[in-house]
């Protein structure tokens, strides 16, 4: 069978730093695939390559729409909720367009906040607009860079939780950067170690869902943890 | 106290005070009138019909003032976003902006000779350079995940134009406008003053051929009142178009 996304021999050059070298992906749908890597290990530049927003060589074969959610800027400051979320709808009928907007909504838990612009919003509160606004447009993958790495611990854990509750509502196929092991290892199916460009691990995450958070007390996980936490180092 | 109080104390005072220097015979009484002079001076310029001159003036400046930001803003997103146009235009652009431009005036009257055409030009020439230049940094300086998002967002150009790069310059196009409203208001007063037979500048002139200071002072305190005000009424008029400005420092 052929993988969902398929990606061969991807390398990304900033004038003469090379960033990513010849890396090789490759994913079924509706995986939860999270990348963990240190500064400079090119995570970002990987998902920039892959939503087409840098030049790259090599072969990227994507399912079709995708959607990207960045840590900053997410949404645009000047739309309020409702406005951002209904940005991407360009092709759908005005009156269709409304239930979409008021089902991510719902869904995101922002019915009471739609006429609020962002910056009267939290941190989490604009990350889930952002994720509605991506949902929204129906998306067949999913990028996400960091789109935790701004927010404080708890408000991380009950995004990680919420993301888990849509993704398990939607199926998508996401690829989630990281540099944060126990995220990684609570959201998704596979943890890709990225190093200097490359992929030097593919670790099979080995918890059932749905999960709660409690797993991340447990020795499997704090076990799993240091084992990536090894080939970080 | 309130700001708004403390600032009208601090205007009663400085014109109590100034009734009391004229009046008390330090300074020459007619080449520096009272405030009840000016008033009373003011008064007459009202009933020998001003309004007509400030309607005149004001909608000299509004014109102009549309004219310079639409081409300013346009021209401004243009070079901002585009290399190709910012290579084109951007050379003779930045050799005109040096240009003060009331030393324009000269030519435009031997261009276009002295009515409203050639006033409205040379307050829309001034008004260009300071809208272009801040549209031009405010359009380059869009965080580019912006555009990023828009592009993967929608694949009209127009929406892109209207709803991320126009909103996303804004901050710094409001303070261009704000420069050249400033810019607007000197313009039509030198372009009245150097050949005009109606308007503020012009009303200006006339007073300083009569030697009548409390005339001239009133027009320039009316010019004054009017800046302050056109700036202030285009304030309230962005934060209520464009509320979420108001969480942005312009």
Redesign the interface.
């Known amino acids: 069978m052929n993988p969902y996304i398929s990606v061969e021999n991807l390398s990304v050059k900033y004038g003469n730093d090379q960033v990513l070298h010849d890396v090789n992906f490759q994913t079924d749908k509706g995986e939860f695939i999270a990348i963990v890597g240190k500064s400079g290990s090119g995570k970002t530049s990987f998902l920039n390559a892959l939503a087409n927003l840098i030049p790259f060589s090599g072969t990227v074969k994507l399912p079709g729409a995708i959607g990207v959610i960045f840590q900053q800027y997410a949404v645009y400051p000047w739309l309020t909720v409702a406005e951002n979320i209904e940005f991407g709808l360009n092709k759908v009928p005005a009156s269709e367009r409304k239930n979409i907007v008021e089902k991510h909504l719902q869904l995101s838990h922002m019915a009471d906040k739609k006429d609020k612009y962002p910056a009267e919003l939290s941190g989490g509160q604009v990350q889930r607009v952002a994720l509605a606004r991506c949902m929204a447009n129906n998306p067949e993958l999913l990028l996400m860079d960091e789109p935790y790495g701004a927010l404080d611990s708890y408000t991380r854990d009950k995004m990680q939780e919420w993301l888990l509750e849509v993704w398990s509502a939607m199926r998508k196929t996401i690829i989630f950067v990281t540099h944060n092991i126990e995220e990684a290892i609570f959201l998704a199916d596979r943890v890709l170690v990225l190093e200097e460009g490359k992929f030097v691990q593919d670790i099979k995450v080995p918890f059932a869902r749905p999960r709660k958070a409690e797993i991340k007390f447990t020795p499997e996980f704090n076990e799993l943890r240091k084992q990536i936490s090894t080939f970080l180092n | 106290m309130s700001k708004k109080a403390t600032g009208v104390i601090v205007v009663v005072a400085i014109i109590l005070l100034w009734e009391a220097v004229s009046l008390s015979g330090v300074v020459n009484n007619s080449l520096f009138p009272a405030p009840s002079q000016v008033a009373a001076a003011g008064w007459q310029l009202l009933l020998s019909g001003v309004v007509k001159d400030i309607a005149v003036s004001m909608s000299r400046l509004l014109v102009g003032l549309i004219v310079g930001t639409v081409i300013g803003i346009a021209i401004g997103l243009l070079t901002g976003r585009s290399k190709t146009a910012a290579g084109i235009l951007s050379p003779i652009i930045q050799l005109l902006r040096p240009l003060p431009p009331v030393a324009i005036i000269p030519l435009i009257i031997v261009w276009f000779g002295i009515g409203n055409g050639a006033k409205v030009f040379s307050i829309a020439f001034a008004v260009f350079f300071p809208v272009w230049i801040n549209t031009h940094i405010g359009s380059k300086m869009i965080?580019k995940?912006?555009i990023?998002?828009g592009?993967?967002?929608?694949?009209?150009w127009f929406?892109k134009a209207t709803?991320?790069i126009f909103?996303?310059s804004?901050p710094f196009i409001v303070v261009g406008v704000r420069s050249g409203i400033a810019l607007a208001f000197i313009m039509v007063f030198v372009s009245e003053l150097a050949g005009a037979s109606i308007g503020l500048g012009y009303r200006i002139s006339i007073a300083h051929l009569a030697y009548r200071i409390d005339e001239m002072i009133f027009a320039l305190a009316l010019l004054a009142i009017l800046g302050a005000l056109t700036d202030y009424l285009f304030s309230v008029a962005v934060r209520r178009i464009?509320?979420?400005l108001k969480?942005?420092t312009i």
């Open positions: 965080p995940i912006y990023w998002t592009r993967l967002l929608t694949k009209s929406k709803k991320v909103p996303a804004l464009f509320p979420w969480f942005k």
